[in-house]
């Protein structure tokens, strides 16, 4: 028998009807006959003894129930193969884990099974023009939803594209035998299954109220379109009515506002200004601003913002318009009297009286202590130590000698306990001076001045009364004053007068003439090394530059800013903008910037200072107060507080030693 490899190598499918019945577990268990010895039309048919030369021993190995002949969707395992004289049987249960078919099988809308084999050895029969099949291989099973031929259960000329196909395939086979040829059997005739005409009526029912639903479900699908169209329609419509008038509410409140917005803005930038005198800029658009006053009115109301009424803790804003309120309150003698005093109790849930009175002081004080502490740039950077009057002794332990082993008790004089450099075998508690002097700060209003125009104007008095202290400040800290030394001055001028700082040895003078004028992260290194103990760890060291040379540093290796070591620091510390080798780098315009000035000068390019070795004396808190002056029928505002600067441990002023600060400066 002469073969062709490429048409023995065709899968055939055969499709049968099958059976079935629900197991209690939940599955359902399927049976049929997988081929008959049935001829189809084209005069074909598998003998009885096809699969019992081999062709199910592969299969039987894994014997796995697919769905649609995808191989990725096994839904059961065959229980059950047996070849008998009738052809092949099968018996297969289908598992509760495939749901949907499960449930498909019991109502009736699955009902077929799809053997996939291949023809191994077959015999031409010239009478019906056909082939008797002797050995097939079975490959796999599948229930599916639509039967590869619905017509028959058999068929191998339909499993090819053309029928010049299929006569080539049984070309391939000769007859080897004079075997009686079998008769066709059709679909009408007697010899096939009998039909059960009670399933087939109900699976017909199923199937068109399947079809009515069907219908039924897309009729209102389209009707929940159209109304969903509709209403899409008229929000669409709606939305855009209100956008149409909110942009007219927005041109009629931007006309109105622009002109005071540009009122304030002048006004704030007069203020800011050095010197500035409150009072003069006060007259000069005080009759602008009782022309504005109603709309300064209506945009300081939009941007007023309480939170929670029923919370204890005040919120900034509610602390900001406290110090307001009682700014005005002292202005006008009236205290929390006025219109806008009892607006803000009011809408902050507060009754003002002998119980509240201590609290509020107190919250308008630290609120002014924020405004600030927001405007310093160096103060921050150092611990405050309230003390409760102008000079405090504040004791210190100085460090020790190292104790000594050894075989005798005190009565040894070298065994006594004495601080580090002594040898006089006594331990001497050190004391500290702390001193707190007051720093002033006011302007005047005019008693004729409008208690509205005032209203409008308290922000910007408590921020130019804010910003004068917090520069106050980081100057003294920085120049020193005629009260006490800073860091690198004595007196206010920088250099002078011996201030805390060491000058570095290590890094040698810079040149102010623009030639070698840069301050690098090796010259900050170098100084944080000679601060001995106070330089180890990175965190207690800070780094304070004048403004130009924090732009030099920008592009130094050893400069990381904010953006590559995160904005914790620039968030505890305000003012710093980056770090080097683990310490932050603070810029500050109280050093005076000195980049190819030219010519002699000994300021300070940059200094290293440990944090921990300074503290600031604080007397009390902000105190804001107010003078009427009689004979020039005015106010006056006065913002003031009582504080200094202190070196916990001197330096040794030498290298090597223990400096808390060391400066680096010009030539």
């Known amino acids: 028998m002469r073969k062709k490899r490429g048409m023995m190598e065709k899968i055939f499918n055969l499709t049968s009807t099958f059976k079935s019945h629900t197991e209690e577990d939940g599955s359902v268990k399927i049976r049929g006959m997988a081929s008959t010895v049935d001829f189809d039309r084209a005069g074909d048919s598998i003998s009885a003894d096809a699969w019992t030369k081999g062709g199910l021993n592969n299969f039987e190995k894994n014997p796995i129930i ?84 619905q017509t028959a259960t058999f068929s191998l000329a339909k499993s090819f594209d053309s029928m010049s196909e299929y006569e ?19 679909m009408s005739e007697e010899t096939q299954q009998p039909v059960d005409l009670e399933a087939f009526a109900k699976k017909v029912a199923e199937e068109t109220a399947a079809k009515i639903a069907m219908k039924q479900a897309e009729q209102k699908a389209a009707d929940e379109a159209v109304q969903k169209d509709v209403e899409e329609k008229a929000a669409a419509d709606a939305e855009a009515k209100a956008q149409q008038d909110q942009e007219v509410q927005t041109a009629i409140k931007t006309g109105i506002e622009s002109g005071a917005d540009r009122l304030m803005e002048d006004l704030n930038a007069k203020m800011s200004e050095k010197d500035a005198k409150i009072d003069e800029i006060m007259k000069q658009h005080e009759s602008v601003l009782k022309e504005k006053q109603e709309e300064l009115d209506k945009m300081r109301e939009s941007k007023r913002v309480f939170a929670d009424r029923k919370s204890n803790t005040l919120s900034d804003d509610v602390k900001k318009e406290m110090v307001y309120a009682h700014i005005l309150g002292k202005v006008t003698r009236k205290g929390f009297d006025t219109n806008y005093g009892q607006d803000v109790l009011q809408k902050a849930g507060i009754t003002y ?32 130590i309230q003390v409760l009057s102008g000079a405090t002794v504040l004791p210190i332990a100085p460090d020790t000698e190292v104790a000594n082993f050894n075989a005798t008790g005190l009565e040894t004089a070298a065994n006594l306990l004495e601080e580090k450099g002594a040898s006089d075998n006594n331990y001497n508690v050190n004391r500290i001076l702390l001193q707190a002097f007051r720093l002033v700060s006011g302007t005047f209003i005019s008693n004729d001045t409008d208690e509205q125009v005032v209203v409008t104007l308290l922000p910007m008095i408590t921020s130019a009364l804010a910003r004068a202290h917090a520069k106050a400040i980081d100057q003294a800290i920085l120049l020193g004053n005629s009260s006490f030394k800073g860091l690198v001055g004595g007196t206010g001028t920088d250099g002078a007068n011996s201030p805390y700082a060491f000058d570095s040895t290590l890094v040698a003078d810079l040149d102010a003439s623009g030639s070698s004028d840069a301050v690098t992260g090796a010259n900050l ?24 040379q924090y732009y030099n540093l920008i592009g130094d290796a050893a400069f990381s800013d904010v953006s590559e070591v995160g904005s914790d620091t620039a968030m505890k510390l305000i003012g710093a903008v980056g770090s080097i080798y683990g310490s932050p780098v603070v810029a500050s315009d109280a050093l005076a910037s000195q980049t190819g000035a030219g010519g002699a000068v000994t300021t300070s390019a940059a200094v290293a200072v440990a944090v921990n070795n300074y503290v600031i004396p604080r007397l009390k808190g902000v105190s804001i107060e107010t003078d009427y002056e009689v004979a020039g029928q005015r106010t006056a505002i006065v913002a003031a507080q009582s504080l200094g600067f202190n070196e916990l441990e001197a330096a040794a002023a030498a290298h090597p030693g223990d400096n808390g600060a060391v400066r680096i400066e010009y030539a």
Do not use: W
């Not at 009175?357 to 150092?382: C, M, N, T």
């Open 66 to 149: 697919l769905f649609n002949h995808d191989y990725n969707r096994p839904i059961g395992r065959a229980t059950g193969l047996k070849a008998t004289d009738n052809g092949l049987e099968m018996e297969a249960k289908i598992s509760k884990a495939a749901k949907d078919v499960v449930d498909l099988v019991k109502d009736g809308v699955l009902g077929a099974f799809s053997v996939g084999f291949r023809v191994k050895d077959a015999d031409y029969i010239e009478e019906t023009d056909g082939l008797r099949i002797k050995d097939a291989e079975l490959f796999e099973v599948s229930v599916v939803s639509v039967p590869c031929n």
């Open 168 to 186: 080539d395939f049984k070309k391939t086979f000769t007859n080897s035998d004079g075997a009686q040829v079998q008769k066709e059997i059709t």
């Open 353 to 384: 009286d002998a119980t509240s009175a201590a609290g509020i002081d107190v919250s308008v004080s630290q609120a002014f202590e924020e405004a600030v502490r927001l405007e310093q740039k160096v103060a921050p950077l150092f611990k405050e």
């Open 525 to 548: 290194l170098s100084i944080r090394s000679e601060m001995g103990k106070f330089g180890v760890s990175p965190s207690d060291v800070a780094y304070i530059v004048p403004v130009d």
